[in-house]
């Protein structure tokens, strides 16, 4: 058990510096660009392209990691991350950074799944819940980090572009000094969305209108941030406290939606996360702890969503399905985040930068509106029939591959 646990260790220790170089560097680019005097529809599409790039490495790194394996497959990812994010610190470029930032996307994606495939192969039925959870908290507290360093550097210098190529090199470590057995090959991804929708159209719409509203944020809180006049620190703390307040009520209001229908839980929250945009629209806060608070307010509703979709749609399937349909949505997901960043974009240059929170709004208010349409439509699966919440990690920092580490994926995995 101690040595499965040490290797474990490792391996999350190479996720640790991969997910803060992620962070570091995702948080990097807008507000540098911002400082550079990019507009605000290449700062979108910098999301949008990391997005793509995230998606197809979804889809393709299997089939490399099945050539070279799974170390080597690492080494280049991690190789590739530090050298793009070098370049986007030496050519300060808008449309050099888009086509190197869906080069990142891709990297990540494979990245991750290696990682992920090698705890997976680690795990037991007996410690998937620990390993699951103690991926879950390097997940949060990596990203939280990375994007924390921002607030020591200068972001018009290149300080913190080498500090990202560093730690991506850093991840390189643990991973070529592990103990762990290599593990069996990557399956390869796919998408069935008729089936998905068939299974559960409330999970299939949610789910690509929640990448639409966390892409946008994702991508354009920072030059929300910066716009508005609040300091580097305070845009970096804004942003994490977002992601960490919605992972903390992840739990409270699963455990709701376990006592009653999930989608009126979905509608609520959707509802709540579109007022609290539109208040943040409306009211035009500028002060730096205003700003946070309303976005820590936000964030508690926008990132509990997906959990509580995911969770819905799981109520419907075969509990042998739960990798085929999770994967599914996650994909979905990853569809809607490419069209975040390009509408909030948009809203922002004919606006003002608070509209960001509109295109949130709108898309929130959209799944609020279809989860109402679906329970007229619908009944809810019987309470005794549903499996209990489980929380999830960070959408961005996870693949299909990672399902395979949720505690309810154990049937698949003997089969």
């Known amino acids: 058990m101690l040595s499965t646990f040490g290797s474990i260790v490792s391996l999350l220790c190479g996720t640790a510096f991969l997910l803060a170089a992620s962070g570091l560097h995702g948080l990097l680019l807008p507000l540098r660009g911002q400082v550079e005097g990019f507009s605000t529809a290449s700062l979108g599409l910098i999301g949008t392209a990391w997005a793509g790039g995230f998606i197809a490495g979804c889809f393709l790194g299997p089939r490399l990691v099945r050539r070279v394996g799974h170390v080597r497959s690492f080494g280049a990812f991690a190789a590739t991350g530090a050298i793009v994010a070098l370049l986007t610190g030496i050519i300060v470029d808008e449309r050099v950074w888009i086509v190197l930032r869906a080069f990142t996307g891709f990297?990540?994606?494979?990245?991750?799944?290696?990682?992920?495939?090698?705890?997976?192969?680690?795990?037991?039925?007996?410690?998937?819940?620990?390993?699951?959870?103690?991926?879950?908290?390097?997940?949060?507290?990596?990203?939280?980090?990375?994007?924390?360093?921002?607030?020591?550097?200068?972001?018009?210098g290149a300080t913190l572009f080498m500090a990202t190529g560093i730690l991506f090199c850093l991840s390189l470590i643990p991973t070529?000094?592990?103990?762990?057995?290599?593990?069996?090959?990557?399956?390869?991804?796919?998408?069935?969305?008729?089936?998905?929708?068939?299974?559960?159209?409330?999970?299939?719409?949610?789910?690509?209108l929640i990448g639409v509203a966390n892409g946008a944020w994702g991508t354009l809180g920072a030059v929300y941030g910066a716009r508005v006049g609040i300091s580097t620190f305070e845009i970096a703390l804004m942003m994490s406290i977002t992601v960490v307040t919605g992972a903390v009520l992840q739990l409270p209001i699963g455990r709701i939606s376990d006592r009653t229908d999930r989608r009126y839980v979905l509608a609520g929250a959707a509802l709540g996360a579109a007022l609290f945009g539109l208040l943040v629209f409306i009211a035009t806060p500028r002060s730096g702890p205003v700003v946070i608070a309303m976005t820590a307010a936000y964030g508690g509703l926008a990132y509990t969503l997906y959990s509580v979709a995911v969770a819905h749609a799981n109520d419907h399937a075969d509990p042998t399905n739960f990798v085929?349909?999770?994967?599914?949505?996650?994909?979905?997901?990853?569809?809607?985040?490419?069209?975040?960043?390009?509408?909030?974009?948009?809203?922002?240059?004919?606006?003002?930068?608070?509209?960001?929170?509109?295109?949130?709004?709108?898309?929130?208010?959209?799944?609020?509106?279809?989860?109402?349409?679906?329970?007229?439509?619908?009944?809810?699966?019987?309470?005794?029939?549903?499996?209990?919440?489980?929380?999830?990690?960070?959408?961005r920092a996870v693949t299909p591959a990672g399902v395979m580490l949720d505690p309810r994926a154990e049937g698949e995995q003997q089969s």
């Open 107 to 156: 990297t990540m994606a494979g990245a991750y799944m290696v990682i992920e495939s090698w705890l997976n192969e680690r795990a037991t039925n007996e410690n998937r819940g620990t390993v699951f959870g103690l991926y879950m908290m390097v997940t949060y507290a990596s990203i939280m980090a990375g994007q924390m360093i921002l607030a020591a550097g200068d972001v018009t």
């Open 176 to 208: 070529a000094i592990s103990t762990a057995v290599t593990p069996k090959p990557l399956a390869e991804v796919s998408l069935d969305i008729r089936s998905l929708y068939a299974n559960s159209p409330i999970a299939v719409v949610a789910c690509v």
């Open 324 to 395: 085929k349909v999770s994967s599914g949505l996650l994909l979905l997901y990853g569809f809607g985040t490419m069209a975040g960043p390009v509408a909030g974009a948009l809203l922002m240059d004919a606006l003002r930068p608070e509209s960001l929170f509109l295109a949130t709004a709108l898309a929130h208010a959209a799944l609020a509106g279809y989860a109402a349409l679906r329970i007229s439509r619908r009944p809810p699966v019987p309470l005794e029939e549903r499996e209990a919440f489980k929380t999830l990690p960070s959408e």
